[in-house]
């Protein structure tokens, strides 16, 4: 069966590889598993058809089948527990890597992106100033703790895994902010994910599509 997933026909990260598609893109890839995109316009995504897909109306959106999936995480999980590759073969690791995928989405993602909206939207706010600090503190301690567990580990929990996946995904936000110049162990651990082939295999046809869009 083919998998079809969403992604941005326009996308706003503007092919810097942001968008949550791209963490959908990487796990097919490093799955070695064939994908198309059914690319949606913001427009489309309130239109009915995309709702029943995503009730929330964003991206992406995973089919195969008569299943549909949507949150990033989600799919991910998905495509790591059906095919090789992303999860650890014995229950304790494949439950810790797990753990680290829930890690990246709710407790580190989450002052990330609102430190990423906030540089868009609230930047002549007269709170803007004190609220950017708060916001860089609170990724800051998140950044300690996860710096201390890493360690000179390349990877959060033996090999490779979903978990590092989506923890790079997430990390990867943070490079306009220059906050991860202070942490040279995540910033190499980020610099690994976006080595492995996999990644580079998605964030080209991510790429390709700004690209295509920017021409036309």
Known sequence: MTITITAF???PDRGRGLARDMRVRWALEEAGQPYEVRLVSFETMK???HLARQPFG???TYEEGDLTLFESGAIVLHIAERHGGLLPRDADGRARAI???FAALNTVETPIFEHSLARILERDEPWYEQRLRALEGSIRKRLDS???HLGDADWLDGTFSAGDL???SVLLRLKS???LDDYPSLAAYVARG???PAYQRAFAAQLAVFQAASAG
């Open 166 to 168: 989506l923890m790079v």
């Open 177 to 179: 902010a220059n906050i």
């Open 99 to 101: 753990a680290w995928m």
């Open 9 to 11: 026909e326009r996308s």
């Open 58 to 60: 964003q991206i992406p």
């Open 146 to 148: 996860l710096a201390a």
């Open 194 to 196: 976006e080595a492995r």
């Open 47 to 49: 239109q009915p058809a």
